[in-house]
């Protein structure tokens, strides 16, 4: 890890791509785990767009503990030590294939949501739009939430099976993987595109690639150094930069 430690602080821009992995230290399941949604039911469905609006229930009955007690969950070690380094100037920029907000109240400022997030809902007939606190009331009584201007469907600000993702938000995220010279990527499988291929820019501008993840990933081979524990490697990392990864921020 020392390596690590070596090129983190001889970067000039350093972007992190995080995945479902580093959130379930705050206990929020991952997809492909031995403990991941994918196991439980069919994610595929839940984050179908087709499938949405045909049965809402669906999403909002199977999605309550993965989204809707989000407020209930904390930042962990990981998301502090993030928030930490980008203070520092070490790192530029987060990229997150995740839509729990936890970058965010870890202190973590330019935070590119490549998903989308739950923090905002949008009534998919008339535009209007709900914060994350009011659906979640909802969704916690076990009511599908409806649209108190038009009766409209209302849905997540979450990118979906079958929909665009947001043309400035991935432009955005290309523009700064393209810039870094040292890409770290944090608890993604890098399965699913196209956040998947970040770190190819990165690789083609002559940067460096790390990845820390404990499976297999399309980008294992091109990776200047691979790590399996994540918690592992953070607390190194924290304990040799002397990183505030306590409760409070």
Same mark, same amino acid.
């Given at each position: 890890?020392?390596?690590?430690?070596?090129?983190?602080?001889?970067?000039?821009?350093?972007?992190?791509?995080?995945?479902?992995?580093?959130?379930?230290?705050?206990?929020?399941?991952?997809?492909?785990?031995?403990?991941? +949604?994918?196991?439980?039911?069919?994610?595929?469905?839940?984050?179908?767009?087709?499938?949405?609006?045909?049965?809402?229930?669906?999403?909002?009955?199977?999605?309550?503990?993965?989204?809707?007690?989000?407020?209930? !969950?904390?930042?962990?070690?990981?998301?502090?030590?993030?928030?930490?380094?980008?203070?520092?100037? +070490?790192?530029?920029?987060?990229?997150?294939?995740?839509?729990?907000?936890?970058?965010?109240?870890?202190?973590?400022?330019?935070?590119?949501?490549?998903?989308?997030?739950?923090?905002?809902?949008?009534?998919?007939?008339?535009?209007? !739009?709900?914060?994350?606190?009011?659906?979640?009331?909802?969704?916690?009584?076990?009511?599908?939430?409806?649209?108190?201007?038009?009766?409209?469907?209302?849905?997540?600000?979450?990118?979906?099976?079958?929909?665009?993702?947001?043309?400035?938000?991935?432009?955005?995220?290309?523009?700064?993987?393209?810039?870094?010279?040292?890409?770290?990527?944090?608890?993604?499988?890098?399965?699913?595109?196209?956040?998947?291929?970040?770190?190819?820019?990165?690789?083609?501008?002559?940067?460096?690639?790390? +990845?820390?993840?404990?499976?297999?990933?399309?980008?294992?081979?091109?990776? !200047?150094?691979?790590?399996?524990?994540?918690?592992?490697?953070?607390?190194?990392?924290?304990?040799?930069?002397?990183?505030?990864?306590?409760?409070?921020?």
């Amino acid at each position: 890890m020392q390596e690590l430690l070596n090129l983190l602080q001889n970067s000039k821009y350093c972007v992190i791509l995080t995945g479902a992995g580093i959130s379930t230290l705050s206990g929020i399941p991952d997809f492909r785990g031995k403990d991941g +949604i994918y196991n439980k039911f069919d994610a595929d469905l839940i984050f179908s767009l087709e499938y949405f609006n045909k049965d809402p229930s669906y999403f909002y009955t199977h999605s309550r503990e993965l989204i809707y007690e989000l407020d209930k !969950k904390e930042p962990n070690i990981i998301h502090k030590a993030l928030s930490e380094l980008e203070k520092r100037g +070490i790192v530029k920029a987060v990229i997150t294939q995740n839509i729990d907000m936890l970058h965010q109240r870890a202190g973590s400022v330019n935070v590119i949501e490549v998903h989308g997030s739950s923090r905002n809902h949008t009534c998919l007939a008339c535009g209007k !739009k709900y914060s994350f606190e009011y659906v979640a009331d909802l969704v916690k009584n076990e009511e599908i939430p409806m649209c108190n201007e038009c009766g409209g469907l209302i849905k997540p600000d979450v990118i979906f099976y079958g929909e665009m993702l947001e043309h400035e938000v991935i432009q955005k995220a290309i523009d700064e993987s393209s810039k870094a010279d040292l890409i770290i990527v944090l608890g993604s499988s890098l399965v699913v595109q196209p956040a998947a291929s970040l770190p190819l820019y990165t690789l083609d501008n002559g940067g460096d690639l790390v +990845i820390v993840n404990n499976m297999p990933t399309p980008l294992d081979n091109p990776a !200047k150094n691979k790590y399996d524990d994540l918690v592992e490697v953070v607390n190194y990392l924290a304990e040799k930069m002397n990183l505030d990864v306590s409760e409070h921020i």
